[in-house]
């Protein structure tokens, strides 16, 4: 005799489905020119603009923002003390989401205006899981095929590293010009597998 599945509501894929359901409820908003928030979480960026590399994704997301270009999480410094919820007063959410603008502005490939994103303050024992779950659902581009976009600056004159695959296709970061070692692919590499993601992309409705 065949056993009926149970279905657990506090599983740990459910939880996430939950967080990553409650994130695409919340408003799509410009990400140049972010009023200052508290909250530490996850969020999603979309490209709506004319870059012909990235046509396929802007052209899904125009009035809709469905497929982000990336995702990620804004972790609150300190962690947890005691009951209190150390994302409630941190401004990391704002933070990064400022970084990535900065990102953008400086590779000179793309307009600011043309970027927006969707962002939700949770719990910070939860924003791990969001994160991860929304990158399985997604697989948004500037995780999966093209890394580098979230990296900071290692300072210090650490720049022993390899130069990130987003800097090589999108140069203008002044800290990844002096990584030493040149990223695992070339450039026409690069676009090659940003052009092949677009295979798995739904069909455009007209």
């Known amino acids: ?3 009926a599945k149970t279905y657990n509501p506090l599983d740990r894929k459910h939880l996430g489905e939950s967080i990553v359901g409650a994130l695409l409820d ?10 200052k928030f508290l909250g530490a979480g996850i969020y999603a960026i979309y490209y709506t603009g004319s870059n012909q590399l990235y046509a396929p ?4 997301n125009q009035g809709r923002a469905t497929h982000p270009i990336y995702v990620g999480k804004a972790v609150p410094k300190g962690g ?5 919820d150390s ?7 704002y933070s990064r989401l400022g970084e990535h603008a900065d990102s953008i502005r400086a590779c000179g490939d793309f307009r600011i205006e043309d970027f927006t994103c969707r962002y939700l303050a949770v719990e910070d024992i939860w924003i791990g899981l969001g994160e991860s779950l929304l990158i399985q659902t997604f697989r948004p ?5 093209v890394d580098g976009f ?3 600056d290692p300072g210090g004159g650490r720049y022993e590293g390899r130069k990130p695959l987003w800097d090589e296709l999108h140069p203008g970061r002044a800290w990844a010009a002096r990584c030493k070692k040149p990223p695992k692919l070339g450039f026409e590499e690069i676009v090659t597998v940003v ?6 992309l739904p069909v455009s409705e007209e």
């Open 80 to 84: 947890r003390k005691g009951a209190q």
């Open 57 to 60: 994704l802007a052209k899904l």
């Open 1 to 3: 005799m065949l056993e």
């Open 26 to 35: 919340t408003e799509i908003i410009q990400l140049k020119g972010l009023h």
């Open 87 to 93: 994302s409630i007063a941190s401004t990391a959410l």
């Open 141 to 145: 581009v500037w995780n999966h095929m």
């Open 195 to 200: 052009e092949a993601a677009w295979e798995q």
């Open 150 to 152: 979230g990296n900071h």
